[in-house]
């Protein structure tokens, strides 16, 4: 998996660069935290499917 991702940001509102912060094994899957390179915007993926950033 990459260090960084180009998304959506939904603070910034325009597509910005996202930079993988932390990784670990959990019970779900993998677990990964990014984060907004411009304003610091942070969300965790679990395993590609489940997302608490906004859709």
């Given at each position: 998996m990459?260090?960084?991702i180009e998304r959506e940001c939904?603070?910034?509102g325009e597509t910005a660069t996202f930079w993988k912060t932390a990784y670990?094994?959990?019970h779900l899957?993998?677990?990964t935290k990014w984060r907004?390179?411009?304003c610091g915007y942070g969300?965790?993926?679990i395993?590609?499917?489940i997302s608490?950033?906004?859709a």
């Amino acid at each position: 998996m990459s260090m960084e991702i180009e998304r959506e940001c939904p603070s910034c509102g325009e597509t910005a660069t996202f930079w993988k912060t932390a990784y670990m094994e959990i019970h779900l899957g993998k677990k990964t935290k990014w984060r907004c390179a411009e304003c610091g915007y942070g969300y965790i993926q679990i395993d590609g499917d489940i997302s608490t950033a906004e859709a």
